[in-house]
């Protein structure tokens, strides 16, 4: 059972509300493109994707507003139920590791690589990737794929950046260095064998590059 209380929200940080906001969404985008997706689960992902980008701003300018705050609530859920039976992907396998080593909160450790993963995994699925476009408010009415595609990728970056989240573990005070066993971690994660594209050790190696 979930107990979705908007007025549990009224305090919380606006810091908070972000991070925990873009849990959600990469909850919400990786469980639609992953590989163990389908057309239910699809529904409540896109439906998830919409209310997040619609309300997260509003909630952290004003938590107090229980109908922003019951609609995160809801798109949180939603995300939820679509991963606990679809699975997630390599932004949640980079993002675990990160969080061990680092001790970066874990929301906005998701922020950090949702972009360059979805980068990564477009080719494999562009048509889901115009999909999440529109469900961002993006108009992607007679645009060809790749474009369509772009404003995607185009539309979270620029969310996560009006949420004020780093882009950089650099801009957080933190010196990347990559252990090994960071990579080993990636590739046995759950998680990775639900991403919509294969990655080696290489390319997580750059995937983890990408936010330092």
């Known amino acids: ?31 639609y493109v992953g590989l163990g997706s389908y057309i239910l689960t699809d529904a409540l992902a896109l439906a998830s994707i ?35 039976n679809v ?23 998701c922020a950090l690589y949702l972009p ?6 477009a080719s494999a699925c562009p048509e889901k990737f115009a999909s999440i476009a529109d469900a961002l408010g993006q108009n992607v009415a007679g645009l060809q794929l790749q474009a369509a595609v772009d404003q995607a990728l185009v539309a979270v970056s ?27 971690d990636v590739l046995a994660a759950g998680p990775t064998k639900n991403n919509p594209r294969k990655a080696d050790r290489v390319q997580i190696a750059q995937l983890f590059g990408s936010a330092a």
């Open 50 to 84: 919409r209310m997040i980008s619609r309300n997260v701003l509003k909630l952290m300018s004003n938590p107090g507003d229980v109908e922003v705050a019951a609609e995160m609530l809801l798109a949180s859920c939603m995300a939820g139920m679509c991963f606990n």
């Open 1 to 31: 059972i979930a107990v979705l209380d908007p007025l549990l929200l009224g305090s919380i940080p606006s810091k908070v509300a972000a991070e925990t906001g873009a849990d959600a969404l990469s909850h919400a985008i990786e469980a």
């Open 158 to 184: 620029d969310l996560l950046e009006r949420m004020g989240l780093p882009k950089k573990l650099s801009r957080m005070g933190i010196q990347f260095h990559l252990d090994p066993k960071m990579v080993d």
């Open 116 to 121: 360059a993963v979805m980068e990564f995994n």
């Open 87 to 109: 699975g997630l992907g390599l932004v949640h396998s980079l993002a675990h590791p990160i969080g061990a080593y680092f001790h970066v909160p874990h929301g906005l450790a």
